[in-house]
């Protein structure tokens, strides 16, 4: 398993207007296939239409390990 940046453009309407922002994930998978299909799951799961956001890019981590 490895790391995997991902890069997920949003629209967030907080303000009362639309507007898109960028945010960044980290991800613990096999390959940048299974991150982005975690991500995509991840949203899904939270209820978030897909017109409202898209996974940009995933790229593999230079992370090697997460203390907690």
């Known amino acids: 398993m490895g790391y995997y940046?991902?890069?997920v453009q949003?629209?967030?309407d907080s303000t009362?207007?639309?507007k898109r922002v960028t945010e960044m994930y980290l991800?613990?998978?096999m390959s940048v296939t299974e991150a982005?299909?975690?991500v995509v799951k991840d949203f899904v799961?939270?209820?978030v239409y897909s017109k409202e956001?898209?996974?940009k890019a995933v790229s593999s981590s230079k992370?090697?390990?997460i203390i907690e």
Request: aromatic share 4%; glycine share 4%; no cysteine.
């Open 5 to 7: 940046t991902a890069k």
């Open 10 to 12: 949003l629209l967030d």
């Open 16 to 18: 009362g207007k639309q």
């Open 27 to 29: 991800v613990e998978a």
């Open 36 to 38: 982005e299909a975690k």
């Open 45 to 47: 799961s939270q209820s």
């Open 53 to 55: 956001y898209e996974v």
């Open 63 to 65: 992370i090697i390990k």
